[in-house]
């Protein structure tokens, strides 16, 4: 492939991903990004000594971060240091709280407290899980999927039945574990791919590996030390960054995106010429604010019969005062799940008794904050799409979320809060143009996985393409990274 001038459009982690590697093959680069900063949803938020991760908050699947940096020489370290979460996390039940040691022995006898014979059942339970990991990885994410042809592979349809794609995660859970405390355990991961366990397929199970034998880490100075870290890979490379630049359209001739037009700060327009473009913003605002329909994949009826991962409402809270026994990572599990669940998939309404997460990083990481300050973030799920989301309902929510906090940490902190701010389905719209308000994209359901997903190549223009959590391989924050890797090889394949 001749070198080429490719323009990527946003620099969120699959933005990041493909800029480098056009880069590394010899090709003039430019990044367009609307924000002040690369990341994407992970962003950074820094207010009165607070640094707040905006979006993603969970280190997991360690492996895809090396395997990314090593293609260019580099190591993680090289960027920022990691440090293994122990407890992994802590989650609050009805009747209690459990810490999830970071150790997989005294994990096992934790299973073995719970449910007898559990601990053994784990064993197996994670031996499948290992090979759906690494089967997995091999054989269905690093792939365009573009044809069906891509799978007919000997080795993959062997071990197909293995791979647990035609049952779902609830019946495979249950198949090995009855204690109820387990089962929310072991199906929670699946959250981030956006469905519910009798929705998402056994395959990702190769979730609970990634949680239990791959671990969860922190990296220095937050998430936003990833999105930091690949910035100054690109910048390395050579890619230039213009931020604060607004894409309005990209102008097609001759079943070619020609030109990109961006729109500056000051509401002045300017345009950018290109021979390849590659769309990590949404791909549903690629679609219909930046293309004429004629050059579109897909009609807004395809976008409406699809089932969006949540959105999330989210609180960015500084205290000024220390927490007692708090972890890193806490999950409160200790209100109905169905009723939440089906609030997000089902009725589709702002949830009644919603279950959260709480992250406070300045446990782990103290300049975070102000010294003697504390860093929380707080997240509830919520259904993508919602409207009146205003600061009173926001605030509605907080009240509630922050009672039961207090109850289960036995500390008040509302007298304590010297920074707060919300962010919620409105926010993923006007910053990221987010189809329906989503934070995480499309749901990783069985007929949304792989080639089933909106396509990495636009079919009517020859020269653009498409990366991010609402093509393949889905939603996270490691498969948006695998995402602009797949993405820029094919398209260095193909010219």
């Known amino acids: 492939m001749n070198q080429k001038k490719i323009i990527v459009i946003g620099s969120g ?5 493909a800029s480098c590697f ?5 090709h003039e680069v430019i990044v367009l990004e609307k924000n002040e900063q690369p990341g994407g949803r992970a962003r950074q938020l820094k207010i009165d000594g607070f ?10 699947m360690p492996d ?56 053994k059942k784990l064993d197996v339970f994670l031996n499948e899980a290992a090979y759906k990991y690494n089967k997995g990885m091999q054989q269905l994410v690093y792939k365009p999927s573009l044809a069906v042809s891509e799978f007919l592979d000997f080795d993959l349809l062997k071990g197909i039945l293995r791979l647990d794609v035609f049952t779902s995660l609830k019946k495979h859970v249950s198949k090995y574990f009855k204690h109820p405390h387990i089962q929310q355990l072991l199906e929670f991961p699946v959250l981030f791919l956006g469905a519910l366990p009798e929705k998402i397929p056994a395959l990702y199970s190769l979730m609970n590996y990634a949680d239990i034998k791959g671990g969860t880490w922190f990296p220095n100075g937050g998430m936003y030390s990833i999105a930091d870290a690949m910035y100054k890979l690109a910048l390395e490379l050579g890619v230039r960054f213009h931020f604060n630049k607004n894409v309005l359209k990209i102008d097609i001739e001759n079943n070619l995106a020609s030109k990109i037009i961006v729109e500056h700060e000051d509401q002045t327009t300017s345009i950018f010429k290109a021979d ?30 699809k089932t969006m991962a949540p959105s999330c409402l989210l609180y960015y809270v500084g205290l000024n005062k220390k927490l007692k026994n708090v972890q890193h990572h806490s999950l409160f599990f200790d209100t109905e799940f169905k009723q939440h669940a089906k609030e997000i998939y089902d009725t589709k ?48 929510y907080f009240a509630k979320i922050l009672a039961r906090f207090e109850q289960r940490v036995k500390q008040s902190i509302s007298g304590n809060i010297i920074v707060k701010k919300s962010y919620s389905v409105s926010n993923f719209v006007n910053d990221y143009n987010a189809y329906k308000g989503n934070a995480y994209g499309l749901a990783n359901t069985l007929l949304q996985t792989a080639f089933f997903k909106p396509s990495i190549k636009n079919n009517k223009v020859k020269n653009l393409f498409y990366t991010g959590q609402l093509t ?16 820029a090889k094919y398209v260095m394949n193909l010219f």
């Open 276 to 305: 390849i473009v590659v769309s990590n913003a949404d791909y549903h605002h690629t679609e219909n604010a930046l293309l004429d329909n004629q050059s579109r994949n897909y009609a807004e009826d395809y976008w409406n019969k």
């Open 472 to 487: 393949v391989p889905g939603p996270g924050v490691p498969p948006a990274i695998i995402s602009g890797e797949v993405v």
């Open 64 to 119: 895809v971060y090396e395997n990314f940096f090593q293609q260019f020489n580099k190591k993680v370290s090289h960027y920022y240091e990691l440090k293994r979460l122990d407890p992994s996390y802590r989650i609050y039940w009805k009747d209690g709280e459990t810490d999830i040691p970071a150790d997989y022995n005294s994990l096992k006898k934790l299973f073995e407290t719970i449910e007898p014979g559990s601990g």
């Open 51 to 60: 640094s707040f991760d905006m979006g993603p908050s969970w280190y997991w």
């Open 13 to 17: 982690f699959a933005g990041l991903s």
């Open 22 to 26: 056009f880069a590394k093959a010899g």
């Open 349 to 396: 309404q702002w949830p009644t008794q919603p279950l959260f997460y709480v992250s406070a990083t300045s446990v782990t990481d103290q300049t975070l904050a102000p010294p003697g300050c504390e860093n929380l973030f707080f997240l509830i799920p919520v259904a993508a799409g919602l409207e009146n989301d205003t600061e009173e309902l926001r605030d509605f």
